[in-house]
Nanobody, 129 residues
């Protein structure tokens, strides 16, 4: 079993920055990648960014490209989402997730919710205007 836990959310003014952390615990070796998703009020979950363990490949959604970045901590069990130049439309619950034991090919990074098996509890990010 593996668990994911997010931290780092909060209230930030427009133009501010936050860094979210996703820490994995338990049996983490079957994890191929870590993704960040967000769900804004009244909207569906949206892929934000992903990190692939095999080669360090990263992908960021067009809606946040140039403002958000995903990276891995020194330990394999931590992934960060650095969010800069925050806008009111970035307000959402941010969750990290991981595919577990799916054996993704080395050049694949999923963007769909159903491709991720383990989810954290989420952390609220509120950008005040």
């Amino acid at each position: 079993q593996v668990q994911l836990a997010e931290s780092g959310g909060g209230l930030v003014p427009v133009g501010g920055s936050l860094r979210l952390s996703c820490a994995a615990s338990g049996h983490i070796s079957p994890i191929d990648a870590v993704g960040w998703f967000r769900r804004a009020p009244g909207k569906d979950n949206e892929f934000v960014a992903g990190f692939r363990w095999t080669d360090g490949y990263t992908d960021v959604a067009d809606s946040v490209k140039g403002r958000f970045a995903i990276s891995r901590g020194n330990a394999k069990n931590t992934v960060y989402l650095q969010m800069n130049s925050l806008k009111p439309e970035d307000t959402a619950v941010y969750s990290c997730a991981a595919p577990y034991g799916r054996g993704w090919s080395r050049d694949y990074l999923g963007h769909q919710l159903y491709e991720y098996d383990v989810w954290g509890q989420g952390t609220q990010v509120t950008v005040s205007s």
